[in-house]
């Protein structure tokens, strides 16, 4: 690839960065199009022709009118948005936001961690009722408890820092029940788990119920594909103890919907903390919204709101676009089984 590449961003300008980037590459073409955020949207094609590089969240309509794309990044860590699309057959490379949102949501985990432990529906009921109660149950600690991952990529890693730091075993179960160093994968230094240390035991899938029986929190981690879809339905569920909480940050329909309505309807585990939904936005008579054992926040764990993102996002793009202009292997870069949603 020449030092003259064509570079379309379609997310939030980051001045200072795309200012650095003019100043190293003086022959890039830069286009800064509108922020596209559905892939219904549509991009002109003076915008479009010529592009080698589309730095998005979310890919336009009109993709098929990208005559000479080379290379996609990606801001979020899902992908599902580029399904379909023909970026094997066109030899696109494809990488995605993975790490960016790695330590908000960490912080989201532990917190509803201890938002449980310490009882606190009860309490914020007790404090609307004017009731005053010491009771043991409220003074319990989160050291000791085992927290299971189910998949373990950044922002399992990063949650399992730090939960060792306070004192929890951390359990994950992966598909191909091992665990490897993090390899080209973003981490914001000194954060995550890159060695894979911090796991105390790693399950695979034959293993599902040994895992899922054994844990006081489990917290889905997992990027919905083909293959994790509705991974999670009564079975699994009906594995955990009843007094185990369930945390998705990730993607709701890796749990079957009835499954998780009736999980929670009759109490099979203690409670549960979604911040993502099987609706956008959930509508007010989803059954989810009025059960005292489910906390739902609306997918705010962590998003391009976060006081990081843009940063984050354009590291990951600039560190990228030197290795892509150098023909090297990109951080975060997709597989070609990931590509077909596999």
Known sequence: ???????????????????????????????????????????????????????????????????????????????????????????????NGLGTFDIPIAEWNIMMMLYWDRRMPEMLQNQKNCVWDRAARFQSELRGAVVGFYGYGGIARETARLAKAMGLTVWALKASGTIASRGNNYCVQGTGDPDGV??????????????????????????????????????????????????????????????????????????ASLDVHYAYPLPPEHPLWSMSNVVLTPHISGSCESPHFLERAYDIFVRNLKRFLAGEPLLNELTPEQLKGG
């Open 198 to 271: 911090f796991c105390d035991r790693m399950f695979g899938p034959s293993d599902q119920e040994e895992f899922l029986s054994g844990i006081d929190y489990l917290i889905i981690t997992l990027p919905l594909n083909k293959r994790t879809e509705g991974l999670i339905g009564e079975n699994q569920l009906r594995m955990l103890k009843s007094s185990a909480v369930l945390i998705n940050p990730a993607r709701a329909p890796i749990i079957e919907e009835q499954a998780m309505i009736r999980c929670m309807h009759e109490n099979w585990i203690r409670g």
């Open 1 to 95: 690839m020449t030092m003259d590449p064509t570079i379309l961003i379609t997310i939030e300008p980051y001045d200072d960065t795309i200012a650095a980037i003019r100043s190293e590459y003086p022959a890039a073409e830069i286009r800064n199009g509108p922020f596209v955020t559905s892939t219904e949207e549509v991009l002109s094609k003076e915008l479009i022709d010529g592009a080698d590089i589309l730095f998005c969240d979310f890919p336009p309509a009109n993709f098929d009118d990208f005559d000479c794309l080379k290379w996609i990044q990606l801001t979020s860590h899902g992908y599902a948005q580029i399904f379909g699309l023909p970026t094997l057959e066109r030899g696109i490379r494809v990488s």
